[in-house]
């Protein structure tokens, strides 16, 4: 069974660049959370999808947007990168929407933005 | 809004030493509790979780219990070893129609000395 997987690993944007970052989820999973984690604090949840649909939003501005795709692989796609952008981007994928189910970290993707 | 609030850390502690990382929490309702480790460099591991009042989570010698009257989750462990060097993060769940949506608090790293 493989698990969760991101890419790239790191990445260095400049401020006003778009970026995306690439989510595929565990085997079997068909949801996908996306956490911005800024350093030395916790994880910040910015969106969920379930079954390519979005399933709720934390509080990002719509320049954080999403796609999920028929394998429930996913991307976030972040749009006028700001310095604040600079953070540990967490995927997480689990089974089933609607109710807790544990959720499947990647090890996630390092932006900084210059 | 819901809430989890950690212990300000770093928690320096000597091998063989007891640990209690306390963490308490604001929600409506009865949510699911966690903790998650984050070792470096890597991403977020379920540690161990509680799903109703006076529920007992535990792993790898950690426990935690879920106190509705005083709304706390703490962290304990009877014998530290240097490999639990790492940040533990409380969080909760509401699931329902936030889905399986996890708010952190702010982490505490911990550190053993052999």
């Known amino acids: 069974e493989t698990g969760v997987t991101q890419s790239p690993t790191h990445l260095i944007k400049t401020r006003g660049q778009q970026v995306t970052l690439r989510c595929s989820s565990q085997?079997?999973?068909?949801?996908v959370s996306w956490y911005q984690q800024a350093l030395g604090q916790g994880p910040q949840f910015i969106f969920q999808?379930?079954?390519?649909?979005?399933?709720g939003r934390g509080n990002f501005p719509p320049r954080f947007s999403g796609l999920q795709f028929p394998n429930y692989s996913s991307e976030l796609n972040v749009n006028a990168l700001e310095l604040d952008d600079s953070a540990l981007y967490l995927c997480?994928?689990?089974?089933?929407?609607?109710?807790?189910?544990?959720?499947?970290f990647g090890p996630g993707t390092r932006l900084t933005v210059l | 809004g819901n809430s989890v609030t950690q212990m300000e850390g770093p928690v320096t502690l000597s091998e063989e030493a007891f640990l209690t990382i306390n963490c308490t929490y604001t929600?409506?309702?009865?949510?699911?509790l966690f903790w998650y480790v984050q070792y470096p460099g890597e991403g977020l591991q379920l540690l161990l979780k509680?799903?109703?009042?006076?529920d007992k989570g535990s792993n790898k010698g950690f426990e935690a219990t879920y106190r509705k009257e005083t709304t706390s989750f703490h962290l304990e462990k009877g014998s530290v070893q240097v490999s639990d060097s790492a940040v533990y993060f409380c969080?909760?769940?509401?699931?329902?129609?936030?889905?399986?949506?996890?708010?952190f608090g702010e982490g505490t790293q911990l550190t053993v000395n052999p």
């Open positions: 085997s079997g999973h068909n949801t």
């Open positions: 999808y379930y079954r390519e649909e979005e399933n």
């Open positions: 509680a799903t109703k009042a006076d």
């Open positions: 929600a409506t309702g009865y949510p699911s």
């Open positions: 997480a994928s689990s089974l089933v929407s609607g109710s807790y189910n544990e959720q499947f």
């Open positions: 969080a909760l769940s509401k699931g329902g129609t936030s889905g399986s949506r996890l708010t």
